[in-house]
Antibody, heavy 117, light 108 residues
């Protein structure tokens, strides 16, 4: 059974940093591209980052480019999102998602990041 | 970037009714479209991919159609468990992947 379990969220002050993790199981993690997608409270879904299965390519939404870094450790079946210079508008539930072809059949349960003073 | 315009933003319907949710892309996305259902407090769940293919385990009362820039999700015989938000997502040209703004479905 495919499982994605995020962690690392919390309440932080504007300008601070946070690193999210997503531990994957139930599939060959090293064979799949992975994404981070976020959802602000009562809002829609926003794709924010993609990393290829072998880390050869990484892409970011304009809203986080230069502040967030996606990475992975295939030996640990873990996806990461390092977030710097956090802003109030980064407050959201952060989901990791496994790319199946070009859609997402598997999502984690999410980890909540709140940026507030 | 491809913009996805979803309508309506909210919808109220009676049990047993048929409802339709629309998504319009800012350019032709060649049926490279998925639909997701998100129940309150839960992660999104895949309903439809390639505009009209039903994901595993999804009830047959859900269906997708469309082409070019116009797509729709239809729910036949609305059930109480269909109360959720629904999102479309294009994957014809990315990054960035883009989602519609969502439709909140309630029972009347």
């Amino acid at each position: 059974e495919v499982q994605l379990v995020e962690s690392g969220g919390g309440l932080v002050q504007p300008g601070s940093s946070l690193k999210l993790s997503c531990v994957a199981s139930g599939f060959t993690f090293s064979s799949y591209n992975m994404h981070w997608i976020r959802q602000a409270p009562k809002k829609g879904l926003e794709w924010i980052a993609l990393i290829y299965y072998d880390s050869s390519n990484k892409y970011y939404a304009d809203s986080v480019k230069g502040r967030f870094t996606i990475s992975r450790d295939n030996s640990k079946n873990t996806l990461y999102l390092e977030m710097n210079s956090l802003r109030s508008e980064d407050t959201a539930m952060y989901y990791c998602a496994k790319q199946d072809y070009d859609w997402f059949a598997y999502w984690g349960q999410g980890t909540l990041v709140t940026v507030s003073s | 970037d491809i913009q996805m315009t979803q309508s309506p933003a909210s919808l109220s319907a009676s049990l047993g009714e048929t409802v339709t949710i629309e998504c319009r892309a800012s350019e032709d996305i060649y049926s490279n479209l998925a639909w997701y259902q998100q129940k309150p407090g839960n992660s999104p769940q895949l309903l439809i991919y390639d505009a009209n293919s039903l994901a595993d385990g999804v009830p047959s009362r859900f269906s997708g159609s469309g082409s070019g820039t116009q797509y729709s999700l239809k729910i036949n015989s609305l059930q109480s468990e269909d109360v959720a938000s629904y999102f479309c997502q294009q994957y014809n040209n990315y990054p960035p992947l883009t989602f519609g703004s969502g439709t909140k479905l309630e029972i009347k």
